[in-house]
């Protein structure tokens, strides 16, 4: 036991020595108006269903952009999409975060397929590799969009808000 | 008869909320925000600290005063100075206990539109904000509570505190609730870039070649240069609220930035974007005050930064050269963006007489 216990004091120090060591893996939550409130490794998120799509980056070429329908994501955690997005339901918005602080804004009805007829991905690769660090492990893909800047890097939260 | 009764007794139960939320507003005057609509309103002001023009002027007071400070000697303003934009010109503050502080001392313009304050965004708020360099042993190193029991025994505050926030003793939560007030009413809004943008002043050559590169992202294919500053410190405020890594370090060990916020390796040495506002006013720069001179900044941006693995996105990837592994401005380039940074010194800002320290010069009121 007290050397079990040593071991991971010495893995702890370790880490905590090493300093760039990440401690904390990064997740992406999506709370806010939900049933469940999900917090996802990259994972959780591999373990979904995977869509590819192929989308024109800043840099002006086509890429493929692999990962998870953010639509799929919402029903996981239990947003009001297809027949459930009516009503009052159409006030609601999205704000998602970059791990920088960037934020940016879509309303509900623009996620839903159904509605909006558009697929945004949380993408974890690009032509098959995994994202790189400074804009992985999670990206917004928001294919038919001219300009990339809600491709929101480093995405670190999703909430779903009601327009007040 | 009934419904009457219900009416009475919810408008009645109403007023009691209204009373709740602010007890102490009704007999005070409203203080009015005066800023440009391109600033917009995504600011939140606490229902239970509402501006007026009185809880203003005792934060303005406050702000003033060395009573707040162990030693009686440091107030806000030693380190937060208003000819400096409300900055000092040290590498690191020195408070109370004559040892430097951790960090530089930032600029305190505009901070209504901030929502996560200092260097690494640590507390959301001002009123929150407040207790740390008031408390910190480095800075001015006195409990909340005995700055008020030290304020409770002045002649000049008791009454107006009684006035501002009612009650018969001076509190801790109303020290900070009147700081954060007058801080939220130091808006600079009227640089020369400001008067530019309302077409109210002619940009000399060098100032709009400055402009135009600081505006613009480089893309050497197209034959377009620039220094793509305005990415991150662009906007009609020259600030947003994101917190990156600019290759200051390889690593940051001293100090990690917001990694000591959130626990997460990729945000080692991450730290505010501050605003551009009276930068020229705010040497020395980044958040340990590294380089005395924008000449440095420049020179760290264009080809000194070192590349951890975390480095902000935009400056990993800008250059002026095909294939270019740094930004690649010229001398000439460099000194006109500089010349471009000293349009947004606010000299109204600097000179406002109701941001002035309050208190008579050799003859404080105790």
Known sequence: ?164 | MKILRVIVSLLVFLGGLAALKAPHVAHLRPYSLVYPSSFGSRFTIPENNPLTEEGVALGRMLFYEPLLSKTNTVSCSSCHQQSLAFSDNRRLSIGVSGKPTRRNSMSLANLLWVKNLFWDGRVSGLEAQAAFPLTHPHEMGQSLEISAKKLSKTRLYPPLFKEVFGGATITGDQITQALSQFERTLISANSPYDRYLEGKYQLSATEKRGLELFMRGPAPERGVRGANCAHCHGGVKLFQEVFHNNGLDSIAVQDKGRQEITGEASDNGRFRVPTLRNIALTAPYMHDGRFATLEEVLDHYNERMFHPSNLSHELRTATNVEGGKTLGLTSAEKKDIIAFLHLLTDSTFITNPAFANPHPKNKPIR
């Open chain 1, 1 to 164: 036991m007290k050397i079990l216990r040593l071991i991971h004091t010495c893995f702890f120090i370790g880490c905590v020595l090493v300093g760039n060591f990440s401690v904390v893996a990064q997740t992406l939550s999506i709370t806010g108006e939900v049933k469940t409130p999900l917090t996802l490794s990259i994972n959780d998120l591999k373990a979904m269903p995977q869509t590819q799509v192929k989308a024109k980056d800043r840099d002006g070429k086509e890429h493929e952009y692999g990962g998870v329908r953010l639509v799929d994501l919402f029903q996981k955690a239990g947003v009001t999409l297809g027949g459930e997005l009516r009503g009052e339901n159409l006030t609601k918005y999205v704000i998602a975060r970059a791990a920088d602080g960037y934020e940016v804004l879509f309303s509900l009805a623009e996620i839903d397929e159904e509605f909006s007829g558009r697929t945004i991905l949380l993408a974890h690769t690009v032509d098959g590799q995994a994202l790189p660090q400074g804009i992985g492990p999670f990206r917004l893909v928001v294919p038919d969009e001219r300009r990339p800047a809600r491709w929101i890097r480093e995405i670190k939260t999703i909430e779903i808000r009601f327009a007040k």
